[in-house]
């Protein structure tokens, strides 16, 4: 049983870190103390960790070999980051082996000492005028500078998702065609619903009514997700602002993929696969 020596001397109040271990059988917590008047020399004499699991793994296998005073501090936000730092660099592979049950999610945000506060609604009206009387608007991401920068790290060539390489869309479209083909009918009805003659909806068709109403919602989305699919009579399919769908029109184009080329009609597995 190894205890660390302190240097700290102010009993009546030092945070502090610690390690709990059992070597032989590869299991372990890391922890902190921060109450008032706690003091490392509490650690396995008056404090045994507050965690559950550690009283039940204890129960069951006795005491533990490996006792540790890591770090003592002279603020409690200090201990409590400091184990918050150390619980999330953990690897993901590795953490069947500590009794931990959350791994640096409680005190991420400590440093700030507002966590787990509300505001008042006397702050939060003075923070709107603040707001309004600085930039005019009641939000910080609401300013014209907020939305640039947001608008300008979306379409970042360092976000993957909006700027895939044709390469990575190949690969990303094989692998959903092997999944796919692997699948029984079973369970491509318990992932993507019922297919095929189980499908409620099989053999029947949506009437012209009901065509027309879902042409103008999607006509809406388009308007609402600033952009659409467009073809130029040429062939080529090019994606079209909103706000430009209509001079693109005016300019020979069409709405939606040319003829033959929406990506869904290259999918080649067969019927039977399906």
Known sequence: MNIYQHTNPDKNNTPFTYLIGWSALNKWYYGCRYRKGCHP??????????????KQFRREHGEPDVIQVRHVFSANQQAKLWESRVQTAIP???RIHWLNKKFGDTFANVVDGFTGKKKSAKSKLRQKETMMQKYGVENGGQ?????????????????PSYHQTNATKKKISETNLTNMANMTADERSAKFGSCGEKNPFFGKHHSPELLAEMQIKKSAAWAKNKSCWMHTPTGENIRVHSI??????ASGCKKGYAPGTHPN??????????
């Open 265 to 274: 009609n290259t999918r080649n597995y067969s019927k039977k696969s399906i």
């Open 41 to 54: 020399t509490d650690l396995w004499t008056t404090y045994f960790t507050s965690s559950d699991e550690v």
């Open 244 to 249: 430009d769908v209509e001079t693109a029109i």
């Open 92 to 94: 993901r592979t590795s």
């Open 143 to 159: 300013t014209e500078k907020s939305k640039a920068t947001a608008k300008a790290r979306m379409l970042s060539p360092a976000n």
